[in-house]
C-alpha cells in the first residue's frame, strides 16, 4: 500500500455513460498525475495538478474526459459518453513538489466499456 | 519520443537466478526511475537514479544508468518467485519542471520455483 487511494477499484458500463473515478493522494503530497494504461502497455500520462491547478494535459485527453482537483487534495476525473476504446486502466499517482521526487503510484481504476 | 523501451520484451527464469533488463531511451533525461507492477495491479517504486548517478544499489536490486549510451539495466539477484512482475523503466526529461514520465512497455519476469 503506497498510501494513494483509489476508488472504485473496477467499473463496468455500457458505451455511452458516464463515469467518475476518483483518487485520494498521500496528504502532503501537492503534485497529482493520472495515467492510463491499456493491456500490454506501460502507462501514459494523461494530465497532472499542482495544488488545485491543471497545469498540462496530454492530447490523450479528449474533450470528453475531464479532471478536476477543487482543493487540491482529492482529484476525480470523468469520462463523458464513453467508449470501447476507453476501456483501460487509470492510474494516479502522487508526489512532493520537487521534480525529481518519486511519484506513488494507487492502485489504479480498471474501467471496461461495453 | 522520450518513452523508454524496455528489452527483453519477456524474461523467464528459476529462482535463485539473476535477472538483468535493459532500459533504452531517446533524449535527455533528469532521473530515470524503475517501477514493478503485479497482474492488474498499480506501480511500485523500486528505485530512482539521477543523471548525475552511475550505479545504485537496494536490497537485491542494482540499476545502472549509462547517459552517453541513454540506457539503463535493472539487475535483480537470487531472484525469487514473489519476483514474477512485469517491470517498467520511466524517465522525466531533462528541464522538466513537472515529473512527468514517460514509461515503456515493460518486460515481463517469470520465476519459476
Known amino acids: 500500500d503506497t498510501g494513494v487511494s483509489q476508488d472504485p477499484r473496477h467499473k463496468i458500463t455500457k458505451r455511452g455513460q458516464n463515469v467518475t473515478f476518483r483518487c485520494d493522494p498521500i496528504?502532503?503530497?501537492?503534485?497529482l498525475y493520472w495515467y492510463r494504461q491499456t493491456l500490454g502497455q506501460g502507462p501514459e500520462f494523461l494530465t497532472y495538478f499542482q495544488n488545485e491547478a491543471q497545469l498540462e494535459k496530454s492530447r490523450l485527453l479528449s474533450d470528453r474526459f475531464s479532471a478536476e482537483r477543487p482543493k487540491g487534495s482529492f482529484s476525480t476525473l470523468e469520462i463523458q459518453r464513453t467508449e470501447q476504446g476507453d476501456s483501460a486502466m487509470y492510474l494516479c499517482a502522487s508526489s512532493l513538489e520537487r521534480s525529481t521526487d518519486t511519484q506513488y503510484f494507487g492502485p489504479g481504476t480498471r474501467l471496461t466499456v461495453l | 519520443s522520450q518513452q523508454g523501451e524496455e528489452d527483453p520484451q519477456a524474461l523467464s527464469i528459476q529462482e535463485g537466478e539473476n535477472a538483468t533488463m535493459n532500459c533504452s531511451y531517446k533524449?535527455?533525461?533528469?532521473?530515470l526511475q524503475w517501477y514493478r507492477q503485479n497482474s492488474g495491479r498499480g506501480l511500485v517504486h523500486l528505485i530512482l537514479i539521477r543523471s548525475n548517478e552511475r550505479e545504485k544499489h537496494s536490497g537485491r536490486l542494482r540499476v545502472t544508468l549509462d547517459t552517453s549510451k541513454k540506457s539503463s539495466s535493472l539487475l535483480i539477484t537470487a531472484s525469487r518467485a514473489a519476483d514474477t512482475a512485469s517491470y517498467f523503466c520511466?524517465?522525466?526529461?531533462?528541464?522538466?519542471?513537472?515529473?512527468?514520465?514517460?514509461f515503456g512497455r515493460g518486460t515481463q519476469l517469470t520465476v519459476w520455483p
Open positions: 533524449t535527455s533525461i533528469n532521473n
Open positions: 496528504s502532503e503530497h501537492n503534485r
Open positions: 520511466a524517465t522525466e526529461g531533462r528541464g522538466s519542471t513537472l515529473g512527468r514520465l514517460y
